[in-house]
């Protein structure tokens, strides 16, 4: 599982290799394979920061060993 593998880093430096910002989500890929995912919240001139919410990090169940080097996003239309 992802945890697994970030533990497996812990003792190395786990990095951030990767960023993207895809349809209000920013996608975050680090050295151990793991990819997460974070909702951008919508700010306007009228936000404060007591109105925003915690971000809630989410890991993708898919992944691989190694680096995640790029992302990239496809759209997809049916």
């Known amino acids: 599982s992802a945890d697994d593998i ?3 880093h812990k003792a190395a430096c786990l990095r951030i290799t990767a960023l993207m910002v895809c349809k209000d989500l920013l996608w975050v890929g680090t ?3 793991v990819i997460l995912t974070i909702p951008i919240p919508r700010i306007t001139s009228t936000t ?3 109105s925003l919410a915690s971000p ?3 890991g993708l169940v898919y992944g691989h ?3 995640v080097r790029f992302l990239t996003g496809v759209e997809i239309t049916s």
Do not use: F, Y
Request: hydrophobic share 25%.
């Open 48 to 50: 404060t920061r007591g």
């Open 31 to 33: 050295s151990a394979g």
């Open 56 to 58: 809630v990090v989410t």
């Open 65 to 67: 060993t190694g680096h």
């Open 6 to 8: 970030i533990r497996q």
